[in-house]
């Protein structure tokens, strides 16, 4: 994630602790898609999600508790539960309520359209921490993505009912060429709402979503959009309604956004680079882990081929440790696939494997390297940064 908030306004952010901290990156947040059933029907899902009156072997509450209390041992600092739509489990307040007595700060990813006042309060009162409900533009874009007429009116609801329940909200938008220009209205409707957090999310073409290449912006549109989202975090911040505001999933943002502050204050460029560096890009395999509805392991949540253990059959610390049971492609086992992983810079190839920016963006998103190539270490055809801005030498030699 990068924080534009953090790192071009200088405000803080509630994951600042986990994300610029040197112990960051040691234990995993954990994403969790406890269940691949899903209300809705959306073009770009990832997971591929499955209609809720089909049986998609979704675990008992008690084994669920027990993947949870495994979790909890290993002292994870988030559970993130995610789906298809985890609402479809009746019992999710019930185990975020377990994951909560566990010590684990606990949240919640949905689509928003079954978050009702009995289901908001229902998560409330099981301690969950943030309930993040995806917005993916304005009512006909967002129906359109989702293949729904009301999922826009729904979704609203949704975030009233949870803001009325008292739990912190959050909007959550995948970038597409049909939202893109409508960074601004976004903006003025979470003001509208209330709503204190947006994060936006470069869209990744898995799962259902390995036909949507055209909704892809351009590296001109994916910049465009960059600088309108630091423009309309500026503005609301001038207008007293400051908001937690991020991009996921392309970590050229944080050179990005380095290169424009190195134009406009230097001095503050240099803090933003000490920052990024601390965070170091890209964390699948390092920072965050998610398990899929099946119990397997992988290094992030679109990286479905890459499956280091399941949880059903060992502790998820030793999978994480690279010691996951017949689980290997090729001749690489799973333990020298995540060493190389948490060495990524030696590994990377292409125009990454030579850019100045790599300590600090990390060879960005390998899963979408990996889908896109076939190379888990080839270059990320997202990266949207010029040779001219990439080539050079490292910023900041002097810095330790």
């Given amino acids: 994630m990068i924080g534009i908030s953090r790192l071009y306004l200088g405000e803080a952010e509630s994951s600042d602790r986990l994300r610029y901290s040197a112990q960051a990156g040691h234990k995993p947040i954990v994403v969790w898609n406890i269940t691949r059933r899903c209300n809705l029907n959306c073009l770009h899902c990832y997971a591929d999600a499955c209609p809720p009156q089909i049986d998609c072997s979704e675990v008992s509450t008690a084994t669920a508790k027990a993947v949870i209390d495994d979790l909890a041992g290993f002292k994870i600092p988030v559970l993130l539960f995610s789906g298809g739509e985890p609402l479809l489990r009746s019992d999710l307040p019930e185990l975020a309520a377990h994951a909560k007595r566990l010590g684990l700060r606990v949240v919640v990813s949905s689509n928003g359209t079954l978050v009702d006042k009995p289901a908001a309060m229902a ?16 009512a006909a874009t967002h129906n359109r993505l989702r293949q729904s007429n009301d999922a826009f009116e729904r979704a609203l609801g949704g975030l009233a009912a949870a803001r009325a329940a008292g739990l912190k909200t959050g909007l959550r938008i995948t970038l597409t060429r049909e939202n893109i220009a409508q960074i601004d209205e976004i903006f003025a409707l979470a003001q509208e709402h209330r709503i204190g957090r947006i994060c936006f999310y470069h869209l990744v ?131 020298e696939f995540l060493r190389k992983l948490r060495n990524k810079q030696a590994y990377v190839q292409g125009r990454c494997s030579g850019c100045r920016f790599l300590a600090i963006c ?24 010029t040779d001219m801005e990439i080539s050079g030498p490292v910023p900041y030699s002097d810095m330790k």
């Fill in 123 to 138: 998560l409330k009162q099981a301690g969950v921490s943030y309930l993040g409900i995806s917005l993916d533009g304005l």
């Fill in 362 to 385: 990390g060879g960005n998103f390998r899963a979408r390297a990996d889908m896109l190539t076939g190379n888990p270490w080839a270059e990320d055809p997202a990266c949207y940064l």
């Fill in 205 to 335: 073409t898995v799962g259902r979503g390995h036909n949507l290449a055209d909704l892809v912006p351009t590296a001109c549109e994916t910049r465009r959009a960059i600088d309108a989202i630091i423009a309309a975090a500026g503005s609301a911040r001038t207008n007293g309604f400051k908001k937690e505001v991020l991009t996921v999933d392309n970590h050229a943002d944080g050179p990005y956004l380095w290169l424009r502050l190195q134009r406009e204050d230097p001095q503050k460029a240099r803090r933003v680079w000490e920052l990024l560096s601390i965070s170091g890009g890209a964390s699948s395999g390092t920072g965050i882990a998610a398990i899929d509805w099946k119990g397997d392991v992988l290094p992030d949540q679109f990286w479905q081929n890459r499956v280091l253990g399941n949880v059903f059959e060992q502790p998820f610390g030793e999978i994480w440790a690279g010691g996951g049971k017949t689980r290997a492609w090729g001749d690489e086992s799973v333990g």
